[in-house]
């Protein structure tokens, strides 16, 4: 999806969202901004087959959520899956974290999240 074919609706949200980060999305966005992880870069809050995603890493073609404990509501769950099964559908890697994950062991996060993309390039 290229700049202009997002919604400009979705340009908008994805920009509050911005400065509306949790503590534990300004954890990670804090981890691996500005190329600190491996050189990888990430970006906050994007546009992404009609979904607003937590961070995306373009160039590996993955996403990261960190969700709240909201997300382990049948409901939401629900939900939660159809948007990762639509996100891999086009061609992204989704992997999720909870709040509490990032808040105690970012270390291990940005581990795993380098784990994964070893793996996809293995």
Known sequence: MTHRSIPPKHRASAKQMRHAMTEPELRFWNAVRAHRLMKLGFRRQVPIAGY??????????????????????????????????????????VVRFWNDDVMRDIEGVCRHVLAVIDEAEG
């Open 52 to 93: 607003i995603v937590d961070f995306a890493c373009p160039s590996r073609r993955l996403v990261i959520e960190i969700d709240g404990s909201q997300h382990g509501d049948e409901p939401r769950a629900e939900r939660d899956a159809t948007r990762t099964a639509c996100l891999e559908a086009a061609g992204w890697k």
